[in-house]
């Protein structure tokens, strides 16, 4: 299911997947975060990493293409004006052709002209979001062999004809079955050409490249600069054209995608354009006011205080106006620094502290005056799991009275008796 929330629509899971909505299970409606976590999810579900089944490396690069298109706010109203209507059940091949047509490039190209597209993923740490950062990357890639350019062989003469396929790429094989209402029935199969591998030509051994050995292909590094902007964060990607997979097979190389991820932060975290961080003072500080220390991520020391006579609640969040996050784009319009306050209480202080304490605060004196059929009892803290089913149900079958009147051996009082 996914995200609630303003914006966010109700999704129901449809009995195939057909618009990009459904690839990233979101609602049509759904806003910009929901479509971020829409994608987050789908793609970590079905990323190559935990799995290596063709389905799944299927549903993520559907995921990668379809939040490729609705991430941009002028596709996505063109996708939602014609889109849908132009595809029908869309799929991910038809998604990237829309995306293409869109942005005025990869002309006529067809599902089987292109590899698939390289994604890499980036860690980055919270303060290359905050601060920017150019960081180079290293892509391992498969590209044709520049020696013998993707034929295998030094000369196109050198091929020749297939024997087993002749020059077809692909065999027949026949087989028969008994029928008892029918008789025997031929059945035909087609397959790939194991000795040609689909080429239909063969190569003499001594006559193949002596770079790739006749592979066709090799192995190499590729060195890129991917520059950070301020206020990208997790799930930003970037797009490098043409600079993925190529193959003999196919007529383009394939694109390459650097997809950023977030490494975790030992002071802050990040919710959207603001930081968030926890901390600890005591009931003293919370009363008489106190000052934290910061180190920012950008190098700066931030000294954070209350205003003079302020009692820190520890029931709501404070905040320091522009110390968050910068804005994409604006990098001068920044978030908020968010502080949840968590204030201990000393467990136990004297009489003589009490009275102080009650004089200080203006505390006005109580006196109980305990009437006929009042019992008195003192109030203890509770056992962390007083409340839960197990607890409860313990309690339950302990509390029961017993029929011979005794009290149950080993039971604890919730309450001490004065």
């Not at 409606?29 to 976590?37: H, T």
């Not at 062999?145 to 091929?159: V, W």
């Not at 009692?311 to 604006?330: C, I, L, T």
Request: hydrophobic share 35%; aromatic share 6%.
């Amino acid at each position: 299911m996914a995200d609630g929330g303003a914006g966010d629509g109700e999704y129901t899971a449809p009995a195939r997947l057909g618009s990009l909505y459904d690839v990233l299970e979101v609602a049509p409606d759904a806003s910009e975060a929901a479509l971020l976590r829409g994608y987050k999810r789908v793609a970590g579900r079905y990323h190559p990493s935990r799995t290596t089944h063709a389905l799944s490396r299927s549903r993520f690069e559907r995921a990668c293409v379809a939040y490729r298109v609705l991430r941009d706010r002028e596709v996505r109203k063109e996708y939602d004006y014609d889109g849908q209507e132009r595809w029908g059940r869309s799929e991910g091949a038809e998604a990237e052709a829309f995306f293409c047509e869109v942005h005025g490039g990869c002309p006529a190209r067809g599902g089987q002209r292109k590899p698939r597209d390289t994604v890499v993923e980036l860690a980055l740490p919270l303060g290359a979001y905050y601060n920017g950062r150019t960081t180079k990357l290293v892509l391992k890639r498969t590209r044709l062999c520049p020696q013998c350019e993707g034929l295998g062989i030094p000369d196109e003469r050198l091929r020749g004809l297939c024997a087993d396929c002749r020059g077809k790429g692909c065999i027949t094989h026949t087989t028969q079955r008994a029928f008892l209402t029918r008789g025997m029935a031929a059945r035909q199969a087609t397959a790939t050409c194991p000795t040609c591998q689909g080429t239909g030509v063969t190569v003499s051994p001594k006559d193949r490249c002596t770079r790739c050995r006749g592979e066709r292909t090799v192995a190499e590094q590729k060195h890129f600069n991917v520059v950070v902007e301020k206020g990208m964060g997790e799930g930003d990607h970037f797009v490098f054209p043409g600079e993925g997979d190529e193959l003999p097979e196919h007529v383009l190389p394939g694109d390459a995608f650097v997809v950023l991820t977030e490494s975790k932060h030992e002071s802050f975290r990040r919710v959207g354009a603001n930081l968030v961080t926890d901390t600890e003072i005591s009931l003293a500080d919370a009363l008489t006011g106190f000052h934290l220390v910061f180190s920012h991520l950008d190098g700066r020391q931030l000294i954070v205080q209350p205003t003079r006579g302020t009692v820190v609640s520890p029931n709501k969040k404070w905040q320091v106006v522009g110390e968050g996050m910068p804005h994409r784009g604006d990098p001068s319009q920044m978030g908020h620094l968010v502080i949840n306050v968590t204030v201990t209480f000393p467990s136990w202080i004297t009489s003589e502290v009490s009275s102080k304490l009650a004089r200080l605060l203006s505390k006005p004196p109580q006196q109980v005056v305990l009437e006929e059929g009042f019992q008195e009892r003192t109030l203890v803290a509770a056992d962390p799991g007083v409340l839960s089913e197990r607890e409860g149900s313990a309690h339950a079958t302990k509390g029961a009275a017993p029929v011979n009147g005794d009290a149950p051996g080993g039971d604890v009082a919730a309450c001490v008796q004065q």
